[in-house]
């Protein structure tokens, strides 16, 4: 059964915690979800979720995985391979 990408981005929206950088880097997590047929887990790597997110450093990128994952919003399994993508999960 598909679910709605709008789903995800209305339950962020309303949360008074999360600032426009999370948004940005949960929307590259979404849209890639979608890409990847709503399959969970998929794998990113930090290049592409940067580019996607505008990003500028990997400190602002690890950050706000983290904050995204303790806020209950995804489920990040790093990888530390340089060719293997780290796991990510939404969480409904």
């Known amino acids: ?9 209305n339950r962020i929206m309303i949360d008074q915690r999360v600032r426009i950088w999370h948004m940005g ?3 590259a997590l979404v849209l ?9 887990p998929f ?14 450093s990997t400190k ?15 489920k990040y399994l790093p990888s530390y391979h340089p060719t293997d993508g780290s796991k990510i999960w939404l969480i409904e």
């Open 60 to 74: 602002t990128y690890h950050k706000y995985l983290k904050e995204l994952e303790e806020l209950g919003y995804i």
């Open 25 to 27: 880097t949960y929307l």
């Open 43 to 56: 794998q990113v790597t930090r290049r592409m979720i940067m580019q996607m997110s505008r990003a500028k």
């Open 32 to 40: 890639l979800w979608e890409k990847n047929r709503q399959s969970s």
């Open 1 to 9: 059964m598909k679910r709605s990408i709008g789903k995800f981005i």
